[in-house]
């Protein structure tokens, strides 16, 4: 009922409670109770041979910006009716239609999660492609800043607004979150801090260029880090 935290190379692996975890590789893996959980954050764990996947077993799965968490299987891997996939909240700005190949199997998958538990609600989608050899997780809407630690007051607002705007990929003002994604948490909120939420409402009477301001912005943040 402990964690196997394994980053090395291992046998054939029966995990009936507890937590797999880490970037091993091993020579199978039959989950029959408990949860895997790739990496120490983001992770992949490779597996030579079978991934077998019981009901009431569950998958974490953490997604980080434009990387997730992977098993990758050189053999078969049989998830059964009532395994679990459990989606933790995903962090960062992310463009509707990102993909990621979540599980990935040589030899073929034969189904996937009936069970799928979100920890936060947001649209996805998730299809078996390549002839059943890949299950791959979409994300349907842009999140922008998502579970950041952007603190109280302007910072999540200006978030909140931004992400009303429903961007798609190819905007600028997207590319923009995207950059400053990359700050750290107190050079996020300080960023933001320079926006105001009502001023963006303005921004298209007064034919102002919102990306350039927001541009500027970060410009000067990241010059400042």
Not at 112 to 123: G, H, I
Request: hydrophobic share 40%; charged share 15%.
């Amino acid at each position: 009922n402990g964690t196997l935290t394994g980053n090395g190379t291992l046998g054939l692996v029966t995990v009936n409670g507890g937590r797999v975890a880490g970037n091993g590789t091993y020579a199978s893996v039959d989950l029959v109770a408990g949860t895997i959980a790739p990496g120490d954050s983001i992770g992949t764990i490779n597996v030579t041979g079978n991934y077998t996947q019981a009901a009431g077993s569950a998958y974490e799965l953490e997604i980080q910006g434009t990387e997730s968490d992977t098993i990758l299987v050189t053999g078969t891997a049989s998830i059964a009716n009532g395994a679990i996939l459990r989606v933790l909240e995903p962090t960062g700005t992310i463009p509707a239609g990102t993909s990621y190949d979540i599980l990935v199997a040589a030899g073929g998958i034969d189904q996937l999660w009936s069970a799928q538990e979100f920890v936060s609600s947001f649209p996805a989608t998730l299809t078996l492609e390549e002839g059943s050899t890949v299950a791959r997780f979409v994300i349907d809407t842009t999140l922008i800043l998502n579970n950041r630690n952007l603190g109280d007051g302007n910072p999540p607002r200006v978030c909140d607004y931004i992400n009303s705007l429903d961007l798609t990929p190819g905007d600028d003002l997207l590319d923009l979150m995207m950059v400053a994604d990359t700050l750290d948490d107190e050079d996020l909120r300080d960023a933001l801090n320079q926006m105001h939420p009502g001023l963006y409402g303005a921004f298209p009477l007064m034919n102002l260029d919102t990306s350039s301001v927001v541009s500027g912005i970060l410009q000067k943040q990241l010059l400042n880090t």
